[in-house]
């Protein structure tokens, strides 16, 4: 599976984003996916994933009734929709796929290549 991440961008505080996650390959429809972020001197932490099936879905706390993932496996994509945005959460923010549903990272076999995102005050 390749993955590519796009959407990022510059948003004042309390705006919205939506990212994408282009899959390419057959087994996207059986891969977990998950949405990860790095801010610049930290580690990379653990935003949101979903099943294969897209019926279940687990966020972090801090993005927690702010943030939406999603995907549409007959278009081999996934999607996180922020709103509310706020300076923490200003990163670049990794698209993954594996076996399971899971907040961690190891645990996951494939990766896009991330996509800024910047949120001013």
């Known amino acids: 599976v390749q993955l590519q991440a796009s959407g990022g961008g510059l948003m004042q505080a309390g705006g919205s984003l939506r990212l994408s996650c282009a899959a390419s390959g057959r087994t996207f429809s059986n891969a977990a996916m998950g949405w990860f972020r790095q801010a610049h001197g930290k580690e990379r932490e653990f935003v949101a994933a979903?099943?294969?099936?897209?019926?279940?879905?687990y966020y972090a706390d801090s993005v927690k009734g702010r943030f939406t993932i999603s995907r549409d496996n007959a278009k081999n994509s996934v999607y996180l929709q922020m709103n509310s945005l706020k300076p923490e959460d200003t990163a670049v923010y990794y698209c993954?796929?594996?076996?399971?549903?899971?907040?961690?990272?190891?645990?996951?076999?494939?990766w896009g290549q991330g996509t800024q995102v910047t949120v001013s005050s």
């Open positions: 979903i099943r294969r099936s897209g019926g279940s879905t």
């Open positions: 993954a796929a594996g076996p399971y549903q899971t907040t961690t990272q190891y645990q996951y076999d494939y």
